[in-house]
C-alpha cells in the first residue's frame, strides 16, 4: 500500500511538472522578432537583404512571420531567409521520454539548454556533411507561427501521429548505402529529392531522446558521468564541446563512420592534431595503413569573450565567424540560458532558443513527425547581452579544406588596435609536442574540464556554466 501511494505522489508531480513546464517555457511565443528592411541579414553564411528594389521609401522593420514583402528582390529574400532558418533542426526541452541514465528524470526542461544548443549545432555539422548548405527542408515554409494557441493545435496532432506511428509499430529503413557524403553519381530528381529526406530524417533520429539515439541526450547524459556532470547539472558550453566529442567519435552507427570531432586545447588548434583527425586506418592490427583524408570534421573551438561580460572588440569577430559558410554556429547565451547563434543583424544575434518545452517524439518508429524539429520563429538579442563565455564550432570535410578554413580564420582572427589577443590561434604541429598533459592523468586528459573537488568551491571553474 505504501508503495502504491508513493507511485501516485510521482504520478502527481509528474503532472504538476508537465503543466507547469508548459506554461513557463511557452511565454516566449507570444512575441514576434522584426528585421530592419534596410540591413543585410546573415545566416550562418549566407546573406539575405529584406529591401525590395523598387521601394522608394524605406520601411524600418518587418517580421518574418507576418511581413507581407512585394514580390520584389526583397520579398524572394525574406521567403528565402525564412525557409533557410526553418530549415535547421531545431533541439529543445522535451518530457515524457524515457528516464535518463543514472536518474529518474524523465525530462530535460530547466537544466539542459546547453546540451540542446549543442546538439543543434551537431546537427547543422551533420547537414552540412549529408546535405550540403544549399539544401532547405520542402516542408520548411508550411509551419505554423509558434502562437500558444497554435502550439497547442500542432502539439495534440504531432502527439497523435506519434502515437499512430508507434501503434503501427513500425521501424525506420536501415538507410544503408544512401548514408554517405553529397557528390555521388547523380539519379533521377525525384529520387534525389527522397535520399536528402532519408538523411534529414535520419539525422533527426541520432539526435532523438531515447537511450538507443547515437547523439540523443541520454547519451549526452551518460557521458557527462564520466565527468562528473548528472542529469539535472547545469553544463557550460565547454563541457558540451567535449561530451559532443565523445558522442560522435564513440557512435556505432555505419553513417556516422565518415565524420569525427575534435575540440581546441586552451583556445588553441593544432593543425597536426585536425589533419590527423581527418585520417582514419583500415583495419588491420600494426600494419594498418592510413586513409588520407577520408573523415570530416567538426572542430569546437571554447573561448572566452571577455571578463565578466562580453568585451565589445569582440563584437566584429563573432560577425565575421557566422559569415562563414563552414560556421556551424556558436553555443552560448545569456547566463543560465544557453541560445544557438546562428547568424546577425547589424547589433543583434539571431539565435535559435531551447526555452520551449515538447513533447516526446519516439523517432524510432516510420514517418514520425518532424514538424517540432523546426522552428519558423527566430529570435534576437543584442550582442552586449551575449555571455563571454561560449563554444563556436566550424565543419571541415576534408585536410584541403582545413588548410582553407585555417588559412581564413587567420585572417579573421588578427588582433584590433584595442584587443591585442584573439579569440583562439592555429599552431603548427600537435599538442603534445607542446608538454601540454605530461602531467596529466589519463582521465584528466580525455576530459581536462574536471575540477579537483577540493577546489570546486573556491573556483567558478575554466568557464562560466550558462
Not at 546537427?123 to 502562437?147: C, K, N, V, Y
Not at 594498418?288 to 577520408?294: C, R, V
Request: glycine share 8%; hydrophobic share 35%; net charge negative.
Amino acid at each position: 500500500m505504501e508503495n502504491k501511494g508513493t507511485d501516485e505522489v510521482e504520478k502527481l508531480k509528474t503532472k504538476f511538472l508537465s503543466a507547469w513546464h508548459n506554461v513557463k517555457y511557452s511565454w516566449a511565443l507570444k512575441s514576434k522578432t522584426y528585421f530592419s528592411r534596410n540591413s543585410p541579414v546573415f545566416l550562418l553564411g549566407k546573406c539575405y537583404h529584406f529591401k525590395a528594389d523598387d521601394e522608394d521609401s524605406p520601411t524600418e522593420s518587418c517580421s518574418t512571420e507576418v511581413c507581407d514583402a512585394p514580390p520584389a528582390t526583397g520579398g524572394d529574400d525574406v521567403e528565402a531567409f525564412r525557409r533557410d532558418f526553418a530549415s535547421r533542426v531545431w533541439l529543445t526541452y522535451r518530457e515524457e521520454f524515457p528516464a535518463l541514465p543514472g536518474s529518474s528524470l524523465t525530462s530535460d526542461c530547466g537544466w539542459g539548454c546547453m546540451l540542446r544548443a549543442g546538439q543543434m549545432m551537431l546537427a547543422q555539422a551533420l547537414i552540412l556533411h549529408f546535405l550540403g548548405r544549399e539544401w532547405t527542408w520542402s516542408e520548411a515554409l508550411a509551419l505554423q507561427p509558434l502562437d500558444t494557441e497554435t502550439w497547442t493545435t500542432s502539439a495534440a496532432k504531432r502527439l497523435v501521429a506519434s502515437l499512430e506511428a508507434s501503434l503501427q509499430g513500425e521501424r525506420p529503413s536501415d538507410p544503408g548505402p544512401m548514408l554517405h557524403a553529397p557528390g555521388a553519381p547523380g539519379r533521377a530528381e525525384e529520387a534525389d529529392i527522397h535520399q536528402r529526406e532519408v538523411y534529414h530524417r535520419t539525422l533527426v533520429s541520432w539526435l532523438g531522446d531515447s537511450p538507443q539515439a547515437q547523439l540523443g541526450v541520454h547519451r549526452l547524459v551518460e557521458l557527462g558521468l564520466v565527468s562528473g556532470k548528472r542529469a539535472g547539472d547545469w553544463y557550460g558550453p565547454a563541457v558540451v564541446a567535449h561530451i559532443l566529442r565523445k558522442a560522435v567519435e564513440e557512435a556505432t552507427d555505419p553513417g556516422l563512420s565518415g565524420i569525427t570531432a575534435y575540440v581546441s586545447q586552451d583556445c588553441t588548434v593544432y593543425n597536426a592534431d585536425v589533419i590527423d583527425s581527418h585520417q582514419s586506418c583500415v583495419a588491420g592490427g600494426a600494419d594498418a595503413l592510413p586513409l588520407t583524408d577520408s573523415r570530416a570534421v567538426i572542430i569546437f573551438i571554447p573561448v572566452r569573450l571577455g571578463g565578466e561580460k562580453i568585451n565589445p572588440e569582440y563584437f566584429s569577430f563573432v560577425k565575421s565567424i557566422l559569415s562563414l559558410e563552414y560556421c556551424i554556429g556558436i553555443i552560448g547565451g545569456k547566463p543560465k540560458q544557453a541560445c544557438y547563434f546562428v547568424g546577425f543583424q547589424d547589433d543583434s544575434l539571431i539565435y535559435m532558443d531551447p526555452h520551449y518545452c515538447q513533447s516526446f517524439v519516439d523517432v524510432s518508429t516510420n514517418h514520425f513527425p518532424l514538424q517540432s524539429y523546426h522552428c519558423p520563429s527566430p529570435k534576437k538579442m543584442p550582442f552586449s547581452k551575449m555571455d563571454p563565455s561560449c563554444t563556436i564550432g566550424f565543419y571541415s570535410r576534408s585536410v584541403q579544406d582545413y588548410q582553407t578554413i585555417s588559412h581564413e580564420l587567420s585572417k579573421v582572427l588578427l588582433p584590433s588596435a584595442n584587443e591585442k589577443y584573439p579569440a583562439f590561434t592555429f599552431m603548427q604541429g600537435h599538442g603534445r609536442d607542446y608538454n601540454l598533459s605530461a602531467e596529466l592523468t589519463p582521465e584528466k586528459r580525455e576530459w581536462p574540464f574536471i575540477r579537483d573537488p577540493q577546489r570546486a568551491a573556491a573556483t567558478a571553474g575554466d568557464f562560466v556554466l550558462l
